[in-house]
């Protein structure tokens, strides 16, 4: 009865100390996640049309946020994604560690392909659960795009946008864009979790360092490029999804994931599936390497092992 006790503190304890350090690495860095958010937004207005749109780049995209919507702007749809990472970071965290230790065996752990699939398959559930609060961020953050562009805003927060949400789409539009969400929790999870547990055990293993702030950044550079790549497209048409609100049929810029893959491509190019992917990128690494050195920091000050 002990350990099972036991067990479930030391559970507790980690989800609030994920819960945490996620909440610092999102405030540090959400100026970069409204970049990349406005940039694969860029040019989805003009698919009806055969020219393809002007390009812009991550340093117009703040230059004209911060002259538009003040410094502030910068930081549109903060509540909600603090909101989100409540759920979602736990979720994937404890559960791959949960589900890593399940799959593997005390003298052999998991190869990089189990992981792989280990850290998908927490991605996808957390997602499935806080599905809602992104579709809100997402929405706040095109919010201040419009202002900018002499438009009203759709939502005065994040409660409003709740509220507006569920009384004009349904509750079930609260899970708008959910399937190319998990797709891309899937896709980043599968890169982030599994590249980070093997790059640092790799870099420790290896003596390049020891289990400190250097292992931990460089597996977290490392697993945030590799989750960039493998997660950016379905970023996008996930974004997209999102963005646009139900309404009439016909009215609507994309019927479903596919036909958003589809128009993108068609109308803007293959390239446009990696729109955003250096703020993406930028963002990415920042935030991985504030959250893991902030969590697996507190994990020793709780008197947890490491990640």
């Not at 405030?27 to 390009?55: M, V």
């Not at 752990?109 to 499935?128: D, E, H, N, T, Y």
């Amino acid at each position: 009865m002990r350990p099972k006790r036991e067990h479930n503190e030391r559970t507790r304890t980690k989800i609030a100390l994920t819960s945490l350090s996620a909440m610092v690495a999102e405030t540090a860095t959400f100026p970069i996640d409204i970049t990349k958010t406005r940039l694969q937004l860029h040019g989805q207005t003009s698919l009806s049309s055969s020219p393809r749109p002007s390009g812009t780049s991550a340093f117009r995209v703040v230059s004209n946020i911060v002259r538009n919507e003040g410094p502030l702007g910068l930081y549109k749809g903060l509540s909600p994604a603090i909101l989100r990472h409540l759920f979602y970071t736990p979720i994937r965290i404890v559960g791959y560690e949960h589900l890593r230790h399940a799959a593997g065996r005390s003298d052999r752990p998991l190869s990089l392909s189990g992981k792989a699939l280990v850290g998908g398959i927490s991605g996808v559930i957390a997602q499935v659960v806080a599905s809602p609060a992104d579709l809100v961020k997402v929405r706040m953050q095109a919010d201040g795009r419009m202002v900018s562009q002499g438009l009203q805003p759709r939502y005065t927060g994040a409660f409003d946008a709740l509220n507006k949400i569920i009384h004009t789409e349904g509750f079930g539009g609260l899970w708008k864009g959910v399937f190319p969400n998990v797709q891309r929790a899937f896709l980043v999870n599968m890169g982030e979790l599994a590249c980070y547990d093997y790059a640092k055990h790799f870099v420790i293993q290896k003596q390049i360092a020891g289990d400190n702030i250097y292992a931990h950044t460089i597996a977290s550079i490392m697993s945030g490029l590799s989750a960039t790549a493998l997660s950016c497209p379905a970023d996008v048409v996930k974004t997209r999804m999102m963005n646009q609100a139900a309404g009439e049929e016909a009215k609507l810029m994309y019927k479903n994931s596919y036909d958003c893959l589809v128009k993108t491509l068609r109308f803007e190019g293959l390239r446009a599936l990696w729109k955003g992917f250096f703020p993406t990128w930028a963002r990415l690494g920042p935030w991985q390497f504030v959250f893991w050195v902030s969590y697996e920091k507190f994990r020793l000050v709780a008197g947890l092992s490491s990640f």
